[in-house]
Nanobody
Framework: QVQLVESGGRLRQTGDSLRLSCLIV????????MGWYRQAPGKDRVFVAA????????AYAAAVKGRFIISRDNAKNTLYLQMNSLKPEDTAIYFC???????????????????WGQGTQVTVSS
């Protein structure tokens, strides 16, 4: 059974940086496509960024493009989200997600992911 464990969320001020991590536990086989989502209070979960299995292709939501960087270290079974120039509107619970066996594509649709982490809270104060 694959499990995703996020960490790194905390309180930051506007303009600060923060790096989130997502440890993939129990996955065997080739690295799969993964993504980050976020859910603000009272709002739907929305796409943030995606990366393919090899880690050489990425995609971002318009709201974070140029500020956030998704990356992965497959030797450590870990996905990252480097968040720079944080804004109060970045405040949300951040979730990582993984496909069961897709490795080449970039996916923004939540339904294409099979596994989800429990989320980590990021709060940005003004």
């Amino acid at each position: 059974q694959v499990q995703l464990v996020e960490s790194g969320g905390r309180l930051r001020q506007t303009g600060d940086s923060l790096r989130l991590s997502c440890l993939i536990v129990g996955h065997t086989g080739s690295p799969v496509s993964m993504g980050w989502y976020r859910q603000a209070p009272g709002k739907d979960r929305v796409f943030v960024a995606a990366i393919n299995g090899v880690g050489n292709d990425t995609a971002y939501a318009a709201a974070v493009k140029g500020r956030f960087i998704i990356s992965r270290d497959n030797a450590k079974n870990t996905l990252y989200l480097q968040m720079n120039s944080l804004k109060p509107e970045d405040t949300a619970i951040y979730f990582c997600a993984a496909s069961h066996d897709y490795s080449h594509g970039l996916y923004s649709t939540p339904g294409l992911y099979d596994y989800w982490g429990q989320g980590t809270q990021v709060t940005v104060s003004s």
